[in-house]
Antibody, heavy 117, light 105 residues
Framework: QVKLQQSGAELVKPGASVKLSCKTSGYTFSTSYMSWFKQIPGQSIEWIGMIYAGDGGTGYNQKFKGKATLTVDTSSSTAYMDLSSLTTEDSAVYFC??????????WGQGTLVTVSS | DTVLTQSPALAVSPGERVSISCRASEGVNSYMHWYQQKPGQQPKLLIYKASNLASGVPARFSGSGSGTDFTLTIDPVEADDTATYFCQQSWNDPTFGGGTKLELK
């Protein structure tokens, strides 16, 4: 079955960067799309961007350009998201989800990022 | 961005029927999807393309609408349905509604 396993919670200092991972199994990663999302607890969900594992092509929400960088490692069927120049406003839960068509049927469990000095 | 507007909260009794609405700021054809999210969990897909039931989702859940107005219906509501429900459009870059928190009386 399809599984998306995300990396553990992160506590990072303002101004630092963090790299989150999303390890997949149960489907053909190399021809799939992966999207990433941000959710501040108690609030709605924001789409950050997507990446096609086949060629690494990306598309970003304008709001997150320069903040998030999406990459993949097809040898390990893992997607990554780098978040840079972190501020307290970046504190949130970040999800990866397999972008099958226009909807998201498979999600990771989420990674909590806390930005604090 | 396409803005999706949902009512913030609803309270119903078990066994009743509940309808959760989502209004889009522009037409999204039938590219509206619905998710259930419980505290501390990832979203779970319920309905895709307005009215299609996702795999494994009970038939108590149904969706309708097109254009700008969409509805998720749960009939009958069960205690386990306590959650927040989000709509999401994919006609443009994905956006989500603010969520409707469903509570049981």
């Amino acid at each position: 079955q399809v599984k998306l396993q995300q990396s553990g919670a992160e506590l990072v200092k303002p101004g630092a960067s963090v790299k989150l991972s999303c390890k997949t199994s149960g489907y053909t990663f190399s021809t799939s799309y992966m999207s990433w999302f941000k959710q501040i607890p108690g609030q709605s969900i924001e789409w950050i961007g997507m990446i096609y594992a086949g060629d690494g092509g990306t598309g970003y929400n304008q709001k997150f350009k320069g903040k998030a960088t999406l990459t993949v490692d097809t040898s390990s069927s893992t997607a990554y998201m780098d978040l840079s120049s972190l501020t307290t406003e970046d504190s949130a839960v970040y999800f990866c989800a397999m972008d099958g068509s226009d909807w998201f049927a498979y999600w990771g469990q989420g990674t909590l990022v806390t930005v604090s000095s | 961005d396409t803005v999706l507007t949902q009512s913030p909260a609803l309270a119903v009794s078990p066994g009743e029927r509940v309808s959760i609405s989502c209004r889009a700021s522009e037409g999204v054809n039938s590219y509206m999807h619905w998710y259930q999210q419980k505290p501390g969990q990832q979203p779970k897909l319920l309905i895709y393309k307005a009215s299609n039931l996702a795999s494994g989702v009970p038939a108590r859940f149904s969706g309708s609408g097109s254009g700008t107005d969409f509805t998720l219906t749960i009939d009958p509501v069960e205690a386990d349905d306590t959650a927040t429900y989000f709509c999401q459009q994919s006609w443009n870059d994905p956006t989500f509604g603010g969520g409707t928190k469903l509570e049981l009386k």
